[in-house]
């Protein structure tokens, strides 16, 4: 019986093989490790590659049918970095090969030290240098800092630190500051936002209604990308507000007042309806079947002033983070790719990024804590506010 691959498994099985062709690999070979026959990987590739919705990319010659040129290999296996002093890494010999480039020099025409580095162009004290060798522990633990900083460039030397430790590595955050900076190891410089008012703003703002526990108010909103062939991508990412646990993230072509009602219902049914809902004041948000859906949900609705989305903060700033830590660094070649990298994002933001806001935990661990706390004294002051009321 043969053994049927899901969209799911497809995708991420040609994206290792991109890594492996870009590494050198053959077709046959990648064919062979995977257990299908070369026609296949390449109906794989022409399916799900994007040549369905469109795409007619032409591959250099001798490539075969369907597969990335190596340039675009190289580039969509880039992990985001910049060379400590900018641009790209220059292709020059190292100051242990041109040691022995000196040395070379001298055994073969019998000159002096001092000669052969003139015409090598070695200073001298370079090539009589001594390196103090490095402890084995700093070592590995420089390797296992340059691996995350290459799975995640947007983390910074704290946020390293807090993985480091999550893992079991016993250093405190000064040491793994001074071998991040030995390391030449940097976060790439981005625009910086403005800074509100601290007071202000509606009464629906983040700053007036908080989320005083877990599913007491959640946040939507909508980001736009494009996959390679210049078709929308249109996402709608769901936070709840207290916990940061991003509940679900949408991804299709276009999505409705319909659609974001059925998003709402499949998320109310797993967890239960949240007392609010806030988002801004986009036509799918105001349309009327969906504050109807919402009231008869009981779900109160908080709308922020037109032209703030710092009044939805939550929202905006789990945003920021998809786009700079996943959007800005792939280049979907379908819709289905997109779906399934997406959602790996969203399972790798609750279950292995560290928050600073919640003192470096996960949001799982956090909405798990919450979980094991019992009654939360919000619900209790909310309770209390009802009864004060009635």
């Not at 890594?19 to 109906?43: D, M, N, Y």
């Not at 799900?48 to 990335?68: H, I, L, S, V």
């Not at 590595?169 to 410089?189: D, Q, S």
């Not at 959640?218 to 709840?240: A, H, I, Q």
Request: aromatic residues 8%; positive net charge; glycine residues 10%.
């Amino acid at each position: 019986m043969k053994k049927r691959h899901t969209p799911q498994q497809i995708v991420r099985m040609l994206r290792e093989a991109d890594a492996e062709l870009a590494a050198g690999a053959s077709v046959p070979e990648i064919a062979r490790k995977l257990g299908v026959r070369e026609a296949t990987f390449h109906r794989w590739r022409n399916h799900y590659g994007g040549m369905n919705e469109g795409r007619c990319d032409q591959t250099p010659e001798g490539a075969g049918k369907g597969e990335r040129p190596p340039e675009e290999d190289r580039r969509r296996a880039g992990c985001g970095h910049k060379h400590p002093k900018g641009g790209e890494p220059k292709k020059l010999l190292s100051p242990t090969r041109r040691r022995t480039a000196v040395e070379h020099v001298r055994r073969r025409l019998g000159v002096s030290e001092r000669r052969a580095c003139r015409a090598i162009g070695q200073p001298r004290s370079t090539q009589r240098y001594v390196g103090r060798p490095k402890a084995e522990w700093d070592r590995w633990l420089v390797e296992r800092m340059v691996g995350l900083s290459q799975e995640n460039p947007r983390y910074g030397y704290r946020r390293v630190w807090a993985l480091l430790r999550r893992e079991g590595w016993l250093v405190n955050k000064k040491r793994v500051h001074r071998l991040w900076r030995e390391e030449g190891l940097k976060v790439p410089e981005k625009q910086r936002k403005r800074l509100r008012l601290a007071e202000g703003g509606s009464e629906n703002g983040c700053r007036r209604k908080r989320a005083g526990y877990r599913d007491y108010v959640w946040s939507y909103d909508f980001v736009m990308d494009s996959t390679e062939d210049g078709r929308r991508l249109k996402m709608m990412p769901v936070v709840d507000e207290h916990t940061r646990e991003c509940l679900t993230i949408e991804v299709e072509r276009s999505i409705t007042a319909e659609d974001v009602i059925g998003t709402l219902a499949g998320l109310f049914r797993q967890r239960g309806a949240p007392a609010f809902i806030r988002s801004d004041n986009g036509p799918e948000f105001v349309a009327r079947a969906l504050k109807r859906w919402l009231a008869i949900s009981e779900v109160g609705t908080l709308y922020i002033e037109p032209g703030s989305p710092w009044e939805n903060a939550y929202a905006e700033s789990f945003i920021g983070r998809f786009g700079d830590e996943l959007l800005k660094r792939e280049a979907f070649a379908g819709l289905v790719e997109a779906k399934v990298l997406i959602e790996d994002y969203r399972e790798h933001h609750n279950q292995r990024r560290p928050h600073s806001a919640l003192g470096y935990r996960t949001p799982s661990e956090f909405a798990a804590s919450c979980r094991s706390a019992g009654v939360d004294a919000g619900i209790v002051k909310e309770l209390q506010s009802a009864t004060a009321l009635s």
